[in-house]
């Protein structure tokens, strides 16, 4: 009967240890195989963590930068189709009259960025965590800050207005 995988060398002083019964041999073969598994295990766990960890944090930086382009291209559209627009003191909200005369609001709050039109609160992007706007004639200047777990994202944005002049 074979004892397992040993060279003689090492087979024969384990032997001497263990007798000439095989059996204890055949227990370390098992041993030691099993602890590779595990060592193999654990290193292929902590890779896989890596991969997605990884992916996580793309996809989050993916989510971050769509959300900015589509609050500047919001904001801008209001900003270029309207007849003016003003900030407020503190900076944290943009009013703009709009080319039919109604006033258009967007702020941050909740973690969104959001437009209200007509009494319409909506949504504009997710993950807006703090926003300024300061006005310089009809240049608006602002900062977008968006954050989605550990990622951060913040734009600095210049926007100029084409004013609408109602025809005589």
Excluded: W
Excluded at 19 to 32: A, P
Excluded at 48 to 60: A, P, Q
């Amino acid at each position: 009967m074979s004892g397992g995988h040993c060279s003689g060398a090492l087979k024969s002083s384990l032997l001497v240890v263990f007798g000439n019964d095989e059996r204890g041999l055949m227990l370390m073969d098992l041993l030691l195989g099993l602890a590779l598994a595990l060592l193999m295990i654990g290193i292929l766990q902590q890779v896989t963590g890596l991969v997605f960890n990884g992916y996580r944090n793309s996809s989050n930086r993916a989510e971050l930068q769509y959300s900015a382009r589509s609050a500047l291209d919001c904001i801008q559209q209001d900003i270029r189709t309207s007849r003016d627009f003003q900030v407020s003191a503190d900076g944290s909200k943009l009013i703009i009259t709009g080319a039919g005369g109604e006033y258009i609001y967007i702020y941050v709050g909740y973690g969104n960025l959001y437009r209200v039109y007509e009494g319409t609160t909506v949504p504009v992007v997710e993950n807006c965590s703090a926003v300024s706007f300061a006005k310089s004639g009809s240049r608006l200047q602002g900062q977008l800050q968006l954050q989605k777990q550990e990622e951060n994202c913040e734009i600095e944005f210049l926007c100029f207005s084409r004013v609408l002049h109602a025809q005589e």
